[in-house]
């Protein structure tokens, strides 16, 4: 599970930029919008303070006026629906303790000293919960010109009197970027979902390769039952990768394919296959097993 942190720079804007759309506006708004409909679907946890909510709720244009643009329709919702449910995290500053290294990566539109405060008091916090409770910590962002030139990482040092903590918090500023952190989070045994991740962050070329479009597949009971009994965690990884390759089309060395009986199967391993049966419109997952199984 991840727990997140939603820049400022994408909840807090002023007056002058919804009137004049400056300030990077329509990367922080759509940015915005990227990361709401990634933590829904992949059913993420939001992390916000009491006081920096208040401030958010504070700095939002209520007034009629502003009905009339997409993006604060967009954050209105956001505010109401997303933070208006989220358990909010009990506020305890440590501010003067946190610095950021590099500077400039979040809250570089931000001019209001408390707002930058209590992001760091939030993000102190939220580092102290993900060991306490083991869940994943990152931050929500735009493509502000330190992550389009490649940073890929926050560091948040927190200074404790004579000690320095430092700590590397991952960022995610796209869609794209969702998909490469959450490649790997264990949503087994939803197959369907791990194939989708994998071939979107990790497939190279599927344009000249294979096909951008996925053919559907279906699991059987005894699939799922050998896979129980084979399929080791440390193996999953190469059967989810063996299952995308598949259904989007790329019939590599490392997969092969080839009729066996009344069925087809394709490697997972040099060891490792998977019996499939090829229905036209969608393949269906048969069983997982050793090369020889079936013969």
């Known amino acids: 599970m991840f727990l997140t942190a939603f820049d ?13 759309r400056q300030h990077c506006f329509y990367k922080r708004a759509g940015a915005l919008a990227e990361h709401r409909d990634a933590n829904r679907y992949y059913g993420q946890s939001i992390a916000i303070s009491h006081e920096l909510a208040a401030l958010v709720y504070q700095s939002f244009p209520w007034h009629d006026s502003y009905r009339s643009i997409p993006e604060l329709r967009d954050l209105r919702q956001f505010v109401l629906e997303d933070l208006g449910r989220v358990c909010k995290i009990m506020h305890r500053p440590r501010a003067s303790e946190v ?22 008091d939030l993000l102190a916090v939220c580092l102290d919960r993900e060991v306490a409770l083991g869940v994943d910590f990152q931050i929500a962002t735009w493509p502000s010109a330190i992550v389009t030139s490649g940073c890929d990482h926050l560091r948040l040092s927190i ?5 320095c903590e430092s700590h590397r918090i991952p960022l995610v500023w796209s869609g794209a970027s969702w998909k490469r952190r959450l490649r790997f989070r264990d ?23 294979g096909s951008k479009t996925p053919v559907a597949f279906d699991c059987t009971d005894d699939f799922w039952k050998s896979v129980s009994k084979f399929c080791q965690p440390t193996m999953r990884h190469r059967l ?39 229905l036209g419109d969608r393949i269906v997952l ?10």
């Not at 048969?286 to 013969?295: C, K, L, T």
């Open 286 to 295: 048969d069983e997982f097993g050793p090369h020889d199984m079936g013969i």
């Open 99 to 120: 610095t950021f290294q590099p500077e400039g990566v979040t809250c570089v539109k931000i001019s209001d000293d408390e707002v930058i405060e209590l992001w760091k």
């Open 159 to 163: 200074f404790c009197q004579s000690a």
């Open 187 to 209: 949503f087994w045994p939803d197959l369907h979902r791990c194939v989708e991740l994998y071939s979107q962050a990790s497939i190279a070329g599927l344009g000249t390769r």
């Open 8 to 20: 400022p720079d994408l909840l807090i804007y002023s007056e002058a930029h919804w009137r004049t």
């Open 240 to 278: 989810i990768k063996a299952v995308s390759k598949k259904v989007h089309g790329i019939h590599d060395a490392t997969l092969g394919d080839e009729r066996i009986g009344s069925l087809r199967r394709f490697r997972v391993t040099k060891f490792w296959r998977v019996h499939y049966r090829d």
